[in-house]
């Protein structure tokens, strides 16, 4: 599977961006305002497997992207819809 990583350095200690991540509107918060973005739903919490789906909208076409969280990691499965 291909696999896409970044990272990104923060001026935070850990458990402060830890806990901005686990808020329920975190995932809102991190989309940018331009991207025509559908969160179906988002994961419950960091737990290991937790799970968000998210709907793409790009032009006519829609992409299902589900992310899993993997040790504070998001593993990106895709599948597409049109």
Known sequence: MPRFVKQSAIDAPARAVFA???????????????????IVRAAPSLAEGGRAEILLHMGPLRLRWVAEHRGFIDRGDTGGEG
Do not use: I
């Not at 991540?21 to 331009?34: E, I």
């Open 20 to 38: 901005w991540h686990q808020r329920p509107d975190a995932l809102a918060q991190l989309t940018p305002p331009w991207e025509r973005v559908t």
